[in-house]
């Protein structure tokens, strides 16, 4: 099950449920336990030490020119990897080998626009709860509002025939992170369908508590706007009614940076995070496999989705927004590239991408962090693996400065430990090779 290297152990508790499906269990099972209106600490499952896997150490120790400054500077940047070797067995059953560096569930980074990949599964496994009111991902939904400072929605300029809808909104996250479309599914889930949806698949830590990109209150983003549905001939299907969430949630105390901006002002003090979104890196490398093998976690982990649901997803993770027609992001080449939001193998790589490889991924980027959580695909060369790393690229320390170390630090690492990585798999023997045709899509163009 686990890497042969003799100190690849015990990578994570919160790990070890993936590998429950593999020919070779661990003797104790770590379960993590939803925290829903408590003010007590999350409950942490054991962490590795910074040093413990020795595979991910040695291998980035090889690439010195790419990783001496990271590896010295792991601690105050926060460089945290995750790489999941995929096995096929004779019959193409794959089975998973974990490797992790620096990993650590109690230190906080801000997980940006990763928080999207959760919310887009709990989006549609909403929808099929409701399907009994007619609707899905591309029913007209109306968003409505309920006070003066939210944000009506009847129309999507982006759609060919402008209706606004779950699919365009899942479109426009997965291909470009678009974060008016995470707001108007955050709004049609709610803050407490959200948390308590992912604490009962085993997150307990994660806590997705705020709109992006729009500056509202803890009270304001608790409150979520009423949501119509309509069918082509704009009758009513399915009514929503404006929400607000009352659940306390686990007290929290993440402080970042020695000082931050607000306004023209410099607070010379740590900025406090609490309140804003949390989610680990084990928790959102996890909700990724069990999005391309849900059989290699546990069912409880799994989202309810359809099949057809998890390969629209699949498709539009992978899919450059150079090859999308609706929204018509390859109308628009200044603004978006073919490696638009594939940080990891391609960082800050602007020009064309190789035909064999494709990458299924959410990333971010926000408060000086490069987050990227990525399966990665070579149909050419038979090649997949898992992938995520977070990097917090601040070197001044202070937030909202717009001085952040995205070109200089956190892109070249990004691009490097994806090269590093997919590299070492070319050279990797296996015993069988994987049929990849299932990650084959057709795309707009």
Same mark, same amino acid.
């Given at each position: 099950?686990?890497?042969?290297?003799?100190?690849?152990?015990?990578?994570?508790?919160?790990?070890?449920?993936?590998?429950?499906?593999?020919?070779?269990?661990?003797?104790?099972?770590?379960?993590?336990?939803?925290?829903?209106?408590?003010?007590?600490?999350?409950?942490?499952?054991?962490?590795?030490?910074?040093?413990?896997?020795?595979?991910?150490?040695?291998?980035?120790?090889?690439?010195?020119?790419?990783?001496?400054?990271?590896?010295?500077?792991?601690?105050?940047? #926060?460089? /945290?990897?995750?790489?999941?070797?995929?096995?096929? *067995?004779? =019959? %193409?059953? $794959?089975?998973?080998? !974990?490797?992790?560096?620096?990993?650590?569930?109690?230190?906080?980074?801000?997980?940006?626009?990763?928080?999207?990949?959760?919310?887009?599964?709990?989006?549609?496994?909403?929808?099929?709860?409701?399907?009994?009111?007619?609707?899905?991902?591309?029913?007209?939904?109306?968003?409505?509002?309920?006070? #003066?400072? /939210?944000?009506?929605?009847?129309?999507?300029?982006? *759609?060919? =025939? %402008?209706? $606004?809808?779950?699919? !365009?909104?899942?479109?426009?996250?997965?291909?470009?992170?678009?974060?008016?479309?995470?707001?108007?599914?955050?709004?049609?889930?709610?803050?407490?369908?959200?948390?308590?949806?992912?604490?009962?698949?085993?997150?307990?830590?994660?806590?997705?508590?705020?709109?992006?990109?729009?500056?509202?209150?803890?009270? /304001?983003?608790?409150?979520?706007?009423?949501?119509?549905?309509? =069918?082509?001939?704009?009758?009513?299907?399915?009514?929503?009614?404006?929400?607000?969430?009352?659940?306390?949630?686990?007290?929290?105390?993440?402080?970042?940076?020695?000082?931050?901006?607000?306004?023209?002002?410099?607070?010379?003090?740590?900025?406090?995070?609490?309140?804003?979104?949390?989610?680990?890196?084990?928790?959102?490398?996890?909700?990724?496999?069990?999005?391309?093998?849900?059989?290699?976690?546990?069912?409880?982990?799994?989202?309810?989705?359809?099949?057809?649901?998890?390969?629209?997803?699949?498709?539009?993770?992978?899919?450059?927004?150079?090859?999308?027609?609706?929204?018509?992001?390859?109308?628009?080449?200044?603004?978006?590239?073919?490696?638009?939001?594939?940080?990891?193998?391609?960082?800050?790589?602007?020009?064309?991408?190789?035909?064999?490889?494709?990458?299924?991924?959410?990333?971010?980027?926000?408060?000086?962090?490069?987050?990227?959580?990525?399966?990665?695909?070579?149909?050419?060369?038979?090649?997949?693996?898992?992938?995520?790393?977070?990097?917090?690229?601040?070197?001044?320390?202070?937030?909202?400065?717009?001085?952040?170390?995205?070109?200089?630090?956190?892109?070249?690492?990004?691009?490097?430990?994806?090269?590093?990585?997919?590299?070492?798999?070319?050279?990797?023997?296996?015993?069988?090779?994987?049929?990849?045709?299932?990650?084959?899509?057709?795309?707009?163009?």
């Amino acid at each position: 099950m686990f890497s042969k290297q003799p100190a690849v152990i015990n990578i994570i508790g919160g790990f070890l449920f993936l590998f429950s499906c593999t020919a070779t269990k661990p003797t104790q099972k770590m379960e993590n336990k939803a925290i829903i209106s408590t003010t007590q600490p999350p409950v942490k499952v054991p962490v590795q030490s910074p040093q413990a896997d020795v595979f991910l150490e040695n291998l980035l120790q090889q690439y010195p020119r790419y990783f001496d400054s990271i590896l010295k500077s792991r601690s105050p940047w #926060n460089v /945290q990897v995750i790489y999941t070797q995929v096995n096929r *067995a004779a =019959d %193409g059953t $794959p089975s998973l080998e !974990q490797h992790a560096f620096n990993v650590d569930t109690a230190k906080y980074f801000y997980p940006a626009s990763t928080v999207k990949l959760p919310v887009v599964l709990l989006a549609l496994q909403r929808l099929n709860e409701l399907k009994q009111k007619g609707i899905d991902k591309n029913t007209t939904m109306l968003t409505e509002t309920a006070q #003066n400072w /939210q944000t009506a929605v009847y129309n999507d300029p982006t *759609a060919p =025939d %402008g209706r $606004p809808t779950i699919a !365009q909104y899942i479109k426009k996250i997965l291909m470009v992170s678009d974060n008016d479309a995470y707001n108007r599914l955050y709004e049609f889930l709610g803050q407490e369908y959200i948390n308590d949806q992912l604490h009962k698949k085993g997150y307990a830590d994660a806590q997705i508590l705020h709109h992006l990109e729009v500056v509202l209150t803890e009270a /304001q983003n608790r409150q979520t706007n009423p949501v119509r549905f309509l =069918d082509n001939s704009n009758a009513l299907l399915y009514e929503q009614p404006a929400r607000n969430n009352m659940v306390q949630y686990a007290h929290r105390n993440d402080l970042l940076a020695k000082g931050y901006y607000k306004g023209d002002q410099l607070i010379k003090e740590p900025m406090n995070f609490s309140k804003k979104n949390r989610i680990s890196l084990p928790d959102l490398h996890n909700i990724l496999i069990s999005l391309v093998f849900p059989d290699k976690v546990e069912p409880s982990q799994c989202f309810n989705i359809t099949d057809e649901d998890k390969q629209f997803v699949l498709k539009y993770m992978s899919q450059f927004p150079t090859e999308s027609i609706s929204p018509p992001y390859a109308a628009d080449t200044v603004n978006y590239w073919p490696a638009y939001g594939k940080k990891i193998l391609f960082g800050s790589a602007k020009g064309k991408l190789p035909e064999n490889i494709r990458i299924f991924n959410k990333e971010g980027d926000a408060w000086g962090h490069l987050v990227d959580i990525a399966y990665v695909v070579d149909f050419k060369n038979k090649i997949e693996f898992f992938l995520s790393a977070v990097i917090y690229c601040n070197s001044d320390g202070i937030l909202n400065d717009d001085k952040y170390d995205y070109e200089t630090i956190g892109l070249p690492f990004m691009k490097n430990l994806g090269q590093v990585i997919y590299d070492y798999e070319l050279k990797r023997e296996r015993k069988k090779s994987p049929d990849l045709s299932p990650f084959i899509f057709k795309y707009d163009k």
